[in-house]
């Protein structure tokens, strides 16, 4: 999880340029150097996964021309033999070297042919033009904005543009720039035609694509970790590993101290497994400690983040403070590939779709940012197995008719396809879904209301959230998540699109809280 930032302009010095990429020191604290060239600055701060020698530290370059890139580049060692073959040489084992050959051979064809979770930018020697680009799906984070003097400046973060650029704004995933123009190279939500397999060949494909995103994703040169929370998706992610590499693998849960829902099914699935199962505890005194942290951490203002993130964030400190783990697997993306609780209300199956469409056209705002920021911030790295381009391409594609819950269990699809391999035990592939900040404890979620609740009274909450015209704040929690985040990121609130809420028009979901538990469906989840 490294940190990039590129600078056009010449009108700060490099003490500055240093300065603005150590607030996203923790995201690479192994190396970090800013390079002055005579197009602009190139700043990298590195968490060594791939390549762990020096010769793997950023910027490259090659004849002229220079990159930084935060990504994983799979299958980059069929790629770099085939470079070599061409007259490509190599001086480090990192991944991302293989950029700038790429470049030289294929131009800005490559961005759409790379299978990768990336966010670079990069400077064209011999044509003498400024590049960016970003994965389909956002799982790298980038942002862009532009100075007073007019000068374009790319970060990882929001928080080192601020005091540098007028607005920051997030750089559209499935897109490439190129000296001035945004060009769209990839929608990865977009189906240009559904496959109307049976459901044995559906299920087929399903298992053996997620499998594979889960392998591919297992290479790594430091210590690797699987995030595991005792519900469907995490604990696919850990059996298919577990099931690869036929030796314990390491994971780890979070709840809290008194209703942790989810640690006896983490615990269960560890087990079953024969994993090296660390379980960690927090408290609503943590919560609270860290809520201002979190918040400042994400760059959000959002319930939905802000909530989920809090455990995610408290374990991923622990791993960083007590582990030599540096790559954690996730099991983020697969609600809104397969559906959530919500969407067991879709109308029909072309709304199904379109919801689907939507949820992962805006991912790079709210489950990835939060994985992303809270494994960053406590310099991990994260890896998504449902976010494998092959892989979210074929769900997204499969007869959305096939996807609406018609068999009385939510993302069947996904459980059906691995019910043959007997890799978990049957009651937690076939168990119901809880929401994330409930499965840790609801009590955690109302610890953050009450606590919101006591902060304002009623005239101080009409006050202060009428002086937000954008996502206005319609609870005294959102009311303090915004001023908390505009105390760091002032007059930015535009980076985030809305508040993540269920599909307020179809009938069952005009709710006010985002939790799936105020759902009239949500049943036996999270028990």
């Not at 799982?139 to 005091?163: D, T, V």
């Not at 290479?219 to 298919?240: E, K, M, T, Y």
């Not at 791993?319 to 969407?343: A, C, H, P, Q, W």
Request: charged share 30%; net charge negative.
């Amino acid at each position: 999880m490294c940190s990039i930032m590129y600078y056009a302009g010449k009108d700060i010095t490099k003490e500055r340029m240093e300065e603005l990429l150590q607030k996203t020191e923790m995201r690479g604290p192994d190396a970090m150097q800013v390079v002055e060239t005579e197009f602009g600055y190139f700043g990298f701060a590195r968490l060594a996964i791939m390549g762990l020698t020096p010769d793997g530290m950023q910027p490259f370059e090659l004849n002229g021309s220079w990159v930084v890139c935060n990504g994983e580049i799979y299958g980059f060692r069929v790629l770099k033999k085939e470079l070599q073959e061409r007259g490509y040489t190599f001086k480090s084992g990192s991944d991302c070297e293989v950029l700038l050959p790429l470049y030289k051979e294929y131009g800005t064809e490559m961005f759409s042919h790379l299978d990768a979770e990336y966010a670079c930018v990069m400077y064209d020697g011999e044509q003498k033009k400024l590049l960016a680009a970003r994965d389909p799906i956002g799982i790298r984070p980038l942002f862009y904005g532009y100075s007073e003097s007019g000068e374009i400046a790319f970060a990882s973060e929001a928080k080192s543009l601020m005091g540098l650029v007028k607005e920051v704004k997030p750089f559209p995933p499935g897109y490439y720039y190129c000296d001035g123009e945004f060009v769209c190279y990839e929608q990865i939500e977009k189906v240009h035609g559904y496959v109307h397999d049976d459901l044995d060949g559906i299920t087929r494909n399903i298992h053996d694509k997620l499998v594979e995103g889960v392998k591919k994703r297992m290479d790594a040169d430091a210590p690797l970790g699987f995030l595991l929370s005792g519900g469907l998706d995490s604990s696919l992610v850990c059996a298919i590993a577990a099931n690869l590499v036929k030796k314990p693998i390491r994971t780890f849960a979070i709840g809290m101290d008194k209703d942790a829902i989810d640690l006896k099914y983490a615990r269960q699935v560890a087990d079953f497994i024969g994993a090296d199962h660390t379980e960690v505890i927090m408290t609503k005194e943590q919560v609270l400690e860290h809520l201002e942290t979190v918040i400042e951490a994400l760059a959000t203002y959002d319930i939905t983040t802000i909530r989920a993130s809090m455990g995610m964030y408290l374990v991923c400190k622990a791993i960083r403070e007590t582990t030599d783990i540096k790559v954690l697997m996730t099991g983020e993306i697969s609600d809104e590939l397969f559906g959530y609780k919500y969407t067991d209300f879709a109308p029909n199956a072309a709304e199904f779709q379109k919801e689907a469409q939507k949820r992962i056209h805006e991912l790079y705002c709210y489950d990835v940012l939060r994985a992303d920021r809270c494994l960053g911030a406590n310099s991990l790295e994260a890896r998504v197995p449902f976010g494998d381009l092959d892989f979210v391409r074929y769900v997204m594609s499969i007869d959305p008719a096939k996807k609406l819950n018609t068999y009385g269990k939510g993302k069947y699809l996904l459980r059906k396809a691995f019910e043959a391999d007997k890799i978990l035990p049957e009651e937690i592939l076939w168990r119901e879904k809880a929401a994330f900040s409930d499965a840790v404890g609801h009590s955690m979620v109302d610890d953050l209301k009450n606590y919101a609740n006591l902060y304002y009274n009623e005239e101080e909450y009409e006050t202060l959230r009428k002086k937000y015209d954008f996502s206005t704040p319609f609870t005294k929690e959102s009311l303090l998540y915004r001023e908390i985040f505009e105390k760091y990121y002032p007059g930015q609130a535009k980076m985030v699109p809305d508040f993540w809420m269920p599909n307020k028009e179809w009938e069952g979901c005009n709710v006010d809280d985002p939790s799936a538990r105020v759902l009239a469906n949500y049943g036996d989840s999270g028990k």
